[in-house]
């Protein structure tokens, strides 16, 4: 009996080893790069991410420094250091049991406090600012507040890095925490003192914080604020220099000029256009009064 073959039959073989080992070849090539290319867009967005946070955080740092200084207060910026003679004599005795202090210099010719900006070292500066907001409404606080910027050692618990410990050694040996403490309360007492004041970490792994002042006579920045002795008080302008580690434990370095935002009155030369002294028996608006803190009254606003 013969057998009839359609013209229509297909050919039943599959494909052949070597076809599927090449497809197999191609797939793993193709898996893995597409892994590859995942991977490294991964580690680029996490290594950018930290990186941005990192500058994020000195940028922040260095803005909350900004504005605070921006509103430094001085009553020197509109009114003359009273300077005792025989004609005032009295009015200064008035006030001199509420300015021996190391907080406030003396007095203008108004009979406004002189706060005094100070900085112990390079790293370090306290002033008197009006930048200060209250949170909660009725609080004992003044919007006028003492701040101080400085550096400190960080603690323990802030190093803690189980994934790297040769870094976390070298953090304990040389990275600083530039902190931020403030006084809103009892602005006039005698003494300010910082030693039990909460701070606030505004930049980790830092390796030096240097500050320098704008001298108005020689028109440059000077390391020593007391060197610019009848504007100590009453500064323009402050420099700064921060010197950070970032991920990789590299060194970054940033600077920035700060100016306040009180408008410039050379007030010797208005003193003697005026031909007379320029005291008007009560403090401008908005600011306490100095003489209602003799009697170790809290004075808010």
Do not use: C
């Amino acid at each position: 009996m013969e057998v009839f073959k359609s013209k229509n039959t297909f050919n039943q073989s599959g494909f052949t080893l070597v076809e599927v080992l090449i497809a197999i070849v191609l797939i793993s090539f193709i898996t893995l790069f597409g892994y590859q290319m995942v991977d490294s867009n991964i580690t680029t967005k996490e290594t950018v991410t930290k990186e941005d946070g990192e500058i994020v955080q000195v940028v922040t740092a260095l803005s909350k420094i900004e504005r605070d200084f921006s509103e430094l207060y001085s009553p020197l910026f509109y009114s003359p250091k009273n300077i005792a003679n025989s004609q005032n004599q009295d009015n200064q005795d008035v006030y001199d049991s509420s300015t021996q202090n190391s907080a406030f210099e003396s007095t203008t010719k108004n009979f406004h406090l002189i706060p005094q900006i100070t900085s112990e070292e390079k790293s370090s500066i306290t002033f008197f600012s009006s930048s200060n907001r209250r949170k909660i409404m009725d609080s004992k606080e003044s919007r006028y507040n003492w701040i101080k910027y400085s550096l400190r050692q960080p603690s323990p618990e802030d190093l803690e890095d189980e994934d790297n410990k040769e870094t976390d050694e070298n953090k304990k040996k040389n990275s600083l925490q530039l902190i931020r403490q403030s006084i809103a309360t009892n602005i006039f007492k005698k003494d300010i003192n910082f030693s039990d004041v909460k701070a606030q970490v505004l930049l980790d792994n830092v390796k030096s914080f240097e500050i320098s002042f704008w001298d108005e006579k020689q028109k440059k920045f000077t390391s020593s604020i007391t060197e610019l002795n009848e504007f100590r008080n009453s500064l323009r302008a402050i420099k700064l220099e921060v010197v950070w580690y970032d991920a990789n434990y590299i060194e970054q370095k940033t600077e920035k000029i700060l100016r306040i935002i009180f408008p410039f009155y050379n007030t010797k030369i208005d003193e003697l256009k005026s031909g007379v002294p320029t005291y008007d028996g009560a403090p401008p608006p908005n600011l306490p009064d100095p003489s209602s803190t003799q009697k170790g009254e809290d004075v808010n606003e």
